[in-house]
Structure formats: C-alpha cells, structure tokens
C-alpha cells in the first residue's frame, strides 16, 4: 500500500496552521472540482484533495496522521500501519461501517475498521456493510432540492472472497444541507448475507469552497473592495449572491471593515435563509505618478485628518 503525504497533496508545510491547510485546500477543490474540470484526472485529482482535507482538517486525525508519518511513511514506498493500530478519529456509523467512495484504500486502512467478520450479525445472517461516502456541494445546490448523480463501490462476497462492485444512482441531496451533515440512504450498502439485511449509504456532506464567499452558520461572508473615493463620497456597488447579482448602497465615509447585512441572501437553514454580509474593505490604487501624489498632497493637507488621534488621546 502507497504511502500518501497528505501535506504534499495540499502543498503545505507540516508545521502549517490550520487556516493556511484550509485555504489551500479551497483553492485547489474548487480547482480540481469534476463540474467545473471535467475529465478522470481532474476528479481523481479532487478526490485526493478532499481526502487531504479530511484528515489535517480534522485535528485527531492530523495529529495521529503525524505520528503516522513519523513511523515511516514516505511517499512511494510501500506502508503498513504499525501493530495492532487502531485510529480514534472515526467517523463510521458502527463497527461494520467502511469508508469508500472518495476514499483510498491508505485513508480507509488507517482511520476505518474495514471489513469485520461477524459484525452485524442478524439471526444467523451477516447485516451488509455500511458504506461512508464525501458528498462534495456547491453552496448554489444548497438553495433547493438538488438531483445529482452518484457511483461507488460496494463491498460484496463472491465465492468466498472478499471484493467490490460499482454501483451507480441518483440521490436528492434536500435544500439547506449543511457543511459535515450525514445522510442516510437505508438499504443502499453492501448486501445481507443469509437473509440479513442490506447495509446503508452515508453520504457526509462537504461544502465546496466558494472562491468569494466564506460560510459562518446559514451566514455568508462577502469581501467588497472598495476605492478610497468610493468609500468617502458613498457609491452604488454590484455584488454578487448566490442566485444573481443585487446593487449595494454604501454610506458616505465607510470605514473598512464595517459589516452591511442583506437579509435572507444566505443559506437556507430551519428558520429559512440566513444573511449576506458584505464587509467593505478599502483598497488603494494599485498604480501612483506625479499628479495623483499631488492630489493626494493637496487632500492630506485639506482634510487636516489623524488617524491615530485615538492613540494620542489615551497617550
């Protein structure tokens, strides 16, 4: 079994914080994403990522990954886990669950309890296995009812052995799902034995990166750069929403970081939406010459305006 050095996958140091794995993280799902990149490599590539995620996104995992990793993984060689190693970081349904799909066999060896002979036992049968998989969601499919396609693979036993096959459907993911949420899908894992019944589908829901805007709760968080002037005289901003663009009106003498809320702009939750929140940040002109220095000589010396007056008061 191939090492994976899920640090190298995201192109992170090890001693990266946490804010810095998320962030190169949604760069490189929204990069890789199979609705936006179609073709094998890009979904192989974004499936990698997502795995990458799951773990040094999570920090149980990421910390038993490094002592994992200190043992003597080494990308390209082959890996055993140590002896009689057991993960604390699970995320299954039970002790039969299997985590596939999305997942390599590294990830489900180290954090998933694979198959277990005996689990699940009814009445002299063999209960099928569960069967865990990533569900990645654009923030627009949240909205409403979204349809969208599925394939996996399902544990089976042919002749005594222990192998898999592909299994394609369709599945409602419901308006409103959120960032970690588990759907269950009854009936859809591995195959009874013996009269038992069949497994279930976890379907574990993870929201795609959106390249402007960030997710608090049913909130979303929306930059608004804007020019000096702008934010001095007041303006009229198109920003965008989920579902189209809106025009934004910003007050006269807007300081950065002030919060404008447009209600019912964010995601659906059980109350029904929740806010946009646009955060103005003002930006300077990014190129200068001989006329623009002047004005703003002449503006400095207009204004007559401290900014670290405050300091001074409490001096």
């Given at each position: 079994m191939e090492f994976k050095d899920y640090y190298k996958i995201l192109g992170v140091e090890p001693s990266a914080e946490k804010a810095?794995?998320?962030k190169a993280y949604r760069k490189l799902a929204r990069k890789y994403h199979p609705d936006l990149n179609p073709?094998?490599?890009?979904e192989a590539k974004f499936k990698e990522v997502a795995e990458a995620w799951e773990v040094l996104g999570n920090d149980q995992r990421r910390a038993e990954f490094d002592e994992l990793r200190r043992y003597g993984g080494r990308p390209g060689g082959g890996f055993e886990p140590p002896p009689n190693w057991r993960s604390h970081a699970r995320a299954g349904s039970g002790a039969e669950a299997q985590f596939s799909g999305d997942f390599s066999d590294f990830f489900s060896s180290i954090f998933g309890d694979g198959f277990a002979p005996g689990a699940g036992q009814t009445g002299g049968g063999l209960r099928g296995q569960d069967v865990e998989i990533e569900m990645p969601i654009f923030l627009e499919e949240t909205i409403e009812d979204t349809r969208k396609p599925l394939e996996y693979d399902l544990p089976v036993i042919e002749n005594g052995r222990r192998t898999t096959r592909r299994k394609s459907l369709k599945v409602t993911i419901p308006a409103g799902v959120a960032e970690g949420e588990r759907i269950r899908l009854?009936?859809?894992?591995g195959a009874g034995q013996g009269g038992a019944p069949d497994g279930d589908l976890y379907l574990h829901i993870r929201l795609v990166p959106h390249p402007q805007f960030d997710v608090e709760g049913s909130d979303l968080?929306?930059?608004v750069p804007l020019a000096p002037w702008e934010a001095a005289l007041g303006a009229k901003v198109t920003v965008p929403t989920l579902e189209g663009k809106i025009s934004l009106t910003v007050a006269p003498g807007s300081q950065s970081g002030t919060k404008l809320r447009v209600r019912g702009k964010?995601?659906?939750n059980k109350q029904g939406r929740g806010d946009l929140f646009a955060v103005l940040k003002v930006v300077m002109p990014t190129t200068n010459n001989d006329k623009t220095r002047d004005l703003w000589r002449q503006l400095s010396e207009e204004a007559a305006f401290e900014p670290r007056a405050a300091w001074e008061a409490k001096a």
């Open positions: 810095d794995i998320k073709g094998d490599d890009a009854k009936g859809q894992g968080l929306l930059t964010g995601l659906r």
